[in-house]
T-cell receptor, first 114, second 113 residues
C-alpha cells in the first residue's frame, strides 16, 4: 500500500478565509481522491484529481469552493475557499491501490471553522 | 438517499468472542465491497474486501460474507481483541471504471477485556 501524508494535520480558521490542504504520496499514482467527513457522518467523495486534467467534482461540490491542483503524479492540493462553520470536517485524500480496487487514505486534516 | 447503510451505530463484545458488523446496500451496480477500520485522529485503514462475484473472503481473524440477493454483507472478527476497538466503515465501489467509494456511517466496536 502507498504511504500518504497530509499537511496540515489540523487547523482552526476564521470564517471567510481559505485553507489549502496538501497530500503527498510516496509513489506515482494516476488517480487521487478527496473526501470529506463531517461530524457524525460518513465519508463523502468531493472530487477525483487526475494528473494532467481538470478535477471531476461530485454532485454538490463545485470548483469555486473546492479548487484542486494536481501538478504531478505524487502530489495534490485541495483548497477550501471562503470557509463557513459548515465546512468544519475532516478532509482526506486517497489513492487507488495496485489491484485497482482498494483505496488507501491519508491521515486526514481536521478543520474547524469559527 | 443513503446507498450504503450500517444500521448499528455501536457494538460491544467481550474479548475472545465473535464480533459481527453488518452492512446493507441498495445499488446493484456496486462491484466491490470494502471494510475500513478507523481510530480517532487517523485516516481509515483498509481491512478486507470482497468482489461482488464472491460470497466469502477470509484473512486471518477477519472474514467478510456477501449475500448478493439480500444486498447484505457482514464482517466477522474472531476472536475479538481489545485492539480491535475502533469505528468500522463499510464501503462499496461504483463499478467498472467508477472508482468512487460510497461509505456507510460506521459502527463503533468496543471490545471489552
Amino acid at each position: 500500500s502507498a504511504v500518504i501524508s497530509q499537511k496540515p494535520s489540523r487547523d482552526i480558521c476564521q470564517r471567510g478565509t481559505s485553507l489549502t490542504i496538501q497530500c503527498q504520496v510516496d509513489s506515482q499514482v494516476t488517480m487521487m481522491f478527496w473526501y470529506r467527513q463531517q461530524p457524525g457522518q460518513s465519508l463523502t467523495l468531493i472530487a477525483t484529481a487526475n494528473q494532467g486534467s481538470e478535477a471531476t467534482y461530485e454532485s454538490g461540490f463545485v470548483i469555486d469552493k473546492f479548487p484542486i491542483s494536481r501538478p504531478n503524479l505524487t502530489f495534490s492540493t485541495l483548497t477550501v475557499s471562503n470557509m463557513s462553520p459548515e465546512d468544519s470536517s475532516i478532509y482526506l485524500c486517497s489513492v487507488v491501490g495496485t489491484s485497482g480496487y482498494e483505496q488507501y487514505f491519508g491521515p486526514g486534516t481536521r478543520l474547524t471553522v469559527t | 438517499d443513503q446507498q450504503v447503510k450500517q444500521n448499528s451505530p455501536s457494538l460491544s463484545v467481550q474479548e475472545g468472542r465473535i464480533s459481527i458488523l453488518n452492512c446493507d446496500y441498495t445499488n446493484s451496480m456496486f462491484d466491490y465491497f470494502l471494510w475500513y477500520k478507523k481510530y480517532p485522529a487517523e485516516g481509515p485503514t483498509f481491512l478486507i474486501s470482497i468482489s461482488s462475484i464472491k460470497d466469502k473472503n477470509e484473512d486471518g481473524r477477519f472474514t467478510v460474507f456477501l449475500n448478493k440477493s439480500a444486498k447484505h454483507l457482514s464482517l466477522h472478527i474472531v476472536p475479538s481483541q481489545p485492539g480491535d476497538s475502533a469505528v468500522y466503515f463499510c464501503a462499496a465501489r461504483g463499478g467498472g471504471s467508477n472508482y468512487k467509494l460510497t461509505f456507510g456511517k460506521g459502527t463503533l466496536l468496543t471490545v471489552n477485556p
